[in-house]
């Protein structure tokens, strides 16, 4: 028999290792939207010195690694968003901020099938028309994959996450050596360190959703290691593509939905493209397979929390949640379609960034109060600089994250805010006119349950007594 | 009936035959066989506050296997958590997810194993 005792880190037959927990964290961050974010950055800065933003955004996002370490020790569950957020702040505004994060997922799906869709386009010279039947035939087979249970074994996703660093770093720096003149003459009159600095995070956020992953590892520090190794990798790869860019790249080819084409074409010709071609169709697989998995199952999570109407809990015969995986995939296809009529692709990057950053300004809020609330929590990992710093990111992240609300490509645009500020309204009147119904009916079910055992436990208990007192009496 | 009367503390025993009981449900139960057909899963329940109430329950291919005292094997997934909230869990008095989503009851193990075993109950108890 296994000796555990209810404190013992306990041996799992199947265990997360570093690698495989680093290769998810990667794989997350590492979507075909980060190409843009380099394009974007690059408008903002010149092409030779946009490594600077990159790991400028690394350095900052070591922060983030902090406080989402902490958090995860305290908390090493996937539902450690909820549970971090509900101990810190009211849990009306907790799940307005995770339903509101929420939807950058969608965002990422979606946009990442718009670029994959436009990116087959171009390499096969079709119209942008075509384009959105490779999004609808993407998005159809995700969805149809998922609801199959069909997932990317552990082996495989570290498979396709190294491919997608060693070839994207292998391209970058062959763009490097072959470079011709600097096309990309620089940053010009749209110069703003901050702009490009907010872009230099972007390129990782998403890192910090292995912390769902805490479950399926033995040893606490697992994550926390995954997550320094999956920044270090995303530094080095996405600083040298950045410069790749910078320096074949022009303003024109910059603005298109296939930048990191481009690049390889220059560098390595037809060839060149068509790998880039499936290396980005591989940061999809990363993408749809993490998203979809992580987005349906946190949706049944909290509709069978009694949060989201029931039928979002509903399974389909491989035990997969069939209402959330639908709608994800119509919802990103809608939002594709969306950005493909309106050719806003450099708004969703920065609706993304927005997005990432309101939450990294709620962790960092969250340790403050934390460790206000409960200094004497034993806490696995505690981040450096104390609560001050943790209050110092959620300072800086909110004023990130606002800068970027605002800002699309080189110019000021409230978009990007207006979009938040809608989703954040549907999840604020979502949360105060619904779910205090659904928890109301959740608490009478309860109420009742408890109620009927309750008198069944006291039944038996008289019922035993009266044994006892028989068996007792003189005959 | 207050909350506080229905919260008194449970024994091992009563723990063990939640757990039976859930067991005999699990089986009965047309749906949580047949989407849990290719699930094979050994789970060690661990309440946290009972030094002795510590059980295996093995899921073969959908079928929940009689449960065990004591903790067998190396497990896929360990469930732990307080005597109580595990026993109203296994009795259907309580939603699993929310008792996980508070920090009730904590678990380790795949994300998958978590949601089939918190299906199993929702099969059992909610008749989807």
């Not at chain 1, 709620?362 to 710093?389: C, E, K, N, S």
């Not at chain 1, 990130?400 to 999840?427: E, K, M, R, T």
Request: aromatic letters at 8%; proline letters at 4%; glycine letters at 10%.
């Amino acid at each position: 028999m296994a000796d555990l005792t209810a404190t013992e880190p306990p041996q799992l037959s199947r265990s997360l290792s570093l690698g495989g927990a680093s290769a998810i964290s990667t794989g997350l961050a590492f979507a075909a939207i980060n190409f843009l974010g380099m394009a974007a950055l690059l408008t903002y800065i010149s092409g030779p010195l946009s490594w600077i933003a990159v790991l400028a955004g690394g350095v900052l996002i070591l922060g983030v690694r902090g406080l989402f370490s902490e958090l995860n020790g305290l908390y090493p569950t996937a539902a450690g968003i909820r549970l971090w957020m509900g101990r810190a702040m009211n849990d009306r505004v907790a799940l307005i901020i995770t339903l509101t994060y929420m939807t950058a997922i969608v965002l990422v799906i979606g946009a990442d099938a718009y670029i994959i869709g436009e990116a087959l386009a171009y390499a096969f010279d079709n119209g942008h028309l075509v384009a959105m039947v490779y999004v609808t035939v993407l998005l159809v087979l995700a969805t149809w994959l998922n609801l199959r249970g069909i997932k990317l074994a552990g082996v495989a996703e570290k498979i396709v996450t190294s491919i997608v660093v060693v070839g994207t770093v292998a391209i970058g720096v062959a763009a490097i050596v072959n470079h011709g003149p600097v096309a990309h003459p620089g940053a010009g009159s749209s110069s703003s360190p901050l702009q490009a600095l907010i872009l230099g995070i972007f390129l990782y956020t998403g890192f910090e959703w292995v912390t769902t992953n805490a479950e399926e590892v033995t040893k606490p520090k697992t994550i926390q290691r995954a997550m320094l190794v999956s920044v270090l990798v995303l530094a080095v790869s996405q600083a040298v593509f950045a410069v790749a860019m910078g320096l074949t790249l022009n303003g024109e080819q910059l603005g298109t939905a296939y930048p990191q084409l481009l690049v390889a074409e220059a560098a390595l010709g037809h060839v060149g493209m068509l790998v880039m071609l499936a290396i980005t169709a591989l940061t999809a697989v990363n993408t749809f397979n993490g998203g979809f998995v992580t987005m349906s199952r946190f949706i049944y999570a909290v509709a069978r929390e009694g949060k989201l109407p029931r039928a979002l809990a509903r399974l389909n015969d491989r035990a997969v949640p069939v209402l959330p995986v639908y709608l994800l995939g119509g919802s990103s296809l809608v939002l594709a379609g969306v950005v493909a009529l309106t050719g806003s692709f450099f708004v969703m990057v920065s609706v993304c960034a927005a997005l990432e950053m309101m939450i990294y300004a709620a962790a960092g809020y969250v340790v403050w109060r934390l460790r206000r609330r409960d200094p004497d929590q034993a806490r696995p990992f505690r981040m450096r600089g104390g609560a001050f710093v943790a209050l110092g990111c959620t300072g800086l992240f909110g004023l990130l994250g606002l800068l970027a609300s605002v800002s699309v490509g080189p110019d000021i645009n409230p978009v990007p805010l207006l979009i938040v500020l809608g989703f954040a309204v549907l999840a604020t009147s979502y949360v105060f006119t619904y779910v205090p119904r659904l928890e109301r009916r959740e608490a009478e079910e309860l109420a009742a349950r408890r109620a009927a055992r309750a008198a069944a436990r006291a039944a038996a208990r008289a019922g035993t007594q009266v044994v006892e007192a028989s068996e007792g009496a003189p005959s | 009936m207050s909350a506080d009367v229905s919260r008194d503390a449970v024994s091992a025993e009563e723990l063990h035959e939640a757990l039976v009981e859930y067991v005999d449900k699990a089986n009965a139960s047309p749906r949580s066989k047949k989407t849990l057909a290719s699930w094979t899963c050994r789970i060690h329940i661990q309440a946290t506050d009972l030094p002795d109430a510590a059980f295996t329950f093995h899921v073969i291919k959908g079928i929940a296997q009689p449960i065990v005292q004591g903790l067998e094997g190396v497990p896929d997934l360990v469930v732990r958590g307080g005597s109580m909230d595990l026993a109203e869990i296994f009795w259907g008095d309580a939603n699993p997810v929310s008792n996980y989503m508070q920090g009730a009851i904590k678990t380790q193990g795949r994300a998958d194993d978590v949601m089939r075993l918190d299906a199993m109950a929702m099969f059992i108890f909610l008749g989807q």
